[in-house]
């Protein structure tokens, strides 16, 4: 693994892939396998966005969606999107949208 490279940050620094885990099993899959387009689905249903919202946020259809959902299931083996999303939290794979403003979690 490359540890001195600098974490991949992709648009508004929401989504950190630290380089420790390019590589590292994310259930059944290799990290490396998920496609960019596959993580930043996934990076927005950890911030617990429905499927209409995350086509919204990346001007595809919500079926376009569901459709990575569903590919990023197969490959990693989990049951459902919560089960995949608290994983990924958990190994720290996609750190999750901090709210700026505390008015955003109530």
């Given at each position: 693994?490359?540890?001195?490279?600098?974490?991949?940050?992709?648009?508004?620094?929401?989504l950190?892939?630290?380089?420790?885990?390019?590589?590292?099993?994310l259930?059944l899959?290799?990290s490396?396998?998920?496609?960019?387009?596959?993580?930043?689905?996934?990076?927005?249903?950890?911030?617990?966005?429905?499927?209409?919202?995350?086509a919204?946020?990346?001007?595809?259809?919500?079926?376009?969606?569901?459709?990575?959902?569903?590919?990023?299931?197969?490959?990693?083996?989990?049951a459902?999107?919560?089960?995949?999303?608290?994983?990924?939290?958990?190994?720290?794979?996609?750190?999750?949208?901090?709210?700026?403003?505390?008015?955003?979690?109530?």
């Open positions: 693994m490359l540890k001195s490279s600098q974490p991949r940050q992709f648009q508004d620094h929401l950190v892939i630290s380089p420790d885990f390019i590589g590292c099993g259930g899959a290799d490396t396998e998920l496609t960019a387009r596959e993580i930043n689905v996934l990076r927005l249903v950890c911030d617990g966005l429905e499927y209409g919202e995350v919204e946020q990346l001007n595809i259809s919500e079926r376009t969606v569901k459709y990575h959902v569903s590919n990023i299931l197969s490959k990693t083996g989990y459902n999107k919560t089960r995949l999303a608290i994983a990924v939290t958990n190994k720290k794979f996609i750190i999750p949208r901090i709210p700026e403003d505390s008015s955003d979690l109530q």
